[in-house]
Nanobody, 123 residues
């Protein structure tokens, strides 16, 4: 079993930045693809970004237009999401997820999920 935990959320003004962190523990997670999803109130869960097990390949929600950057930490079981130029529409609960090699936008292919962390962007 793999346990996943997010940290780093909070309240920020529009135009500001936040860095989310994700740590996975349990089984060896060095070979897992990892991703970020978000869910705003009243909306479906949405793919944000994902990264391959080796940290080389990434996928992003196209509408982010380069504002967010996903990266793996020095420890294989860590991952980060740097969020810049935040907008009120980025307000959501952000979830970290782990999969077996998959690093795409289909949330059904991620078996391990964190509990989520709130990000609120004020206007």
């Amino acid at each position: 079993q793999v346990q996943v935990a997010e940290s780093g959320g909070g309240l920020v003004q529009a135009g500001g930045s936040l860095r989310l962190s994700c740590a996975a523990s349990g089984r060896t997670v060095g070979d897992y693809g990892m991703g970020w999803f978000r869910q705003a109130t009243g909306k479906k869960r949405e793919f944000v970004a994902a990264i391959s097990w080796d940290g080389i390949r990434t996928n992003y929600l196209p509408s982010l237009n380069g504002r967010f950057t996903i990266a793996r930490g020095n420890a294989k079981n860590t991952m980060y999401l740097q969020m810049n130029s935040l907008k009120p529409e980025d307000t959501a609960i952000y979830y970290c997820a782990c999969s077996g090699y998959y690093y795409g936008d289909d949330n059904a292919r991620y078996p391990y999920w964190g509990q989520g962390i709130q990000v609120t962007v004020s206007s």
